[in-house]
């Protein structure tokens, strides 16, 4: 078996009890950074082995893996914050669990972009999500594809990138399309601010930047 469990995106009660339930129940974390992780396994007492499960290292240990799900090891999935195979490992062990038979359990929990887009105010019936942009190949092509889209959509960005990608919003979507930028969600400092692109630019252009960013743009 296979557990996925989310983990908070800043606020750690932001945590289900089945999710603590199984992590203290599993034989085995694979975290995206045991460093981060061991503060919220700490936080709440678990004491279950932590292994190192990443974007460098997951195409050479996928297969380890399956072998110890195939064993009879109950293994639990955590990233950073949110939920895994959302803009962080997990897709390639999904895949594999799903190719060998082995049964996956994913549980509902944390990720940033659903909160986001709820209090952008912007229509969220039907939305697109494409997560962090190309950094330099292929950005443009992305920018132009998402301009003609009738339906909003949500983007992930950096902080220190987060006034490039709205001058390009302006460039390709228009200056007077609306938008919203949610920062530090959940946590003490969380600022959800929304106006046309424009605005945004004159507001996020002044001061510093810091916390994970997400950005929901109208449609077409």
């Keep these: 078996m296979l557990y996925i469990v989310p983990t908070p ?7 289900t009890l089945r999710a603590l339930r ?6 085995l974390i694979l975290a995206e950074d045991t460093r981060t992780s061991k503060r919220l396994l700490q936080h709440y007492g678990i004491e279950t082995p932590l292994r190192s499960f990443h974007a460098h290292n997951e195409h050479k240990t996928v297969d380890q893996i399956v072998e110890q799900l195939e064993g009879g090891t109950k293994i639990a999935l955590i990233s950073d914050a949110g939920t895994p195979g959302i803009s962080d490992p997990g897709f390639l062990l999904s895949r594999a669990c799903v190719k060998n038979d082995i049964r996956i359990e994913c549980l509902p929990g944390a990720t940033a972009l659903v909160p986001a887009l709820v209090a952008s105010g912007l229509p969220c019936d039907k939305f697109f999500f494409e997560g962090f942009l190309p950094h330099k190949k292929g950005r443009q092509t992305r920018l132009i594809y998402l301009s003609e889209l009738p339906y909003t959509f949500v983007l992930y960005e950096s902080p220190h990138r987060l006034v490039k990608c709205l001058n390009q919003l302006g460039e390709f979507c228009g200056m007077d399309r609306m938008a919203c930028v949610a920062r530090e969600l959940t946590k003490l400092h969380e600022e959800i601010k929304t106006g046309t692109v424009e605005s945004l630019l004159a507001h996020f252009g002044e001061k510093k930047i810091k916390g994970e960013i997400v950005i929901v743009v109208a449609g077409r």
Excluded: H, R
């Design 9 to 15: 995106i800043g606020n750690l009660e932001d945590i």
């Design 22 to 27: 199984i992590l203290k129940e599993v034989d």
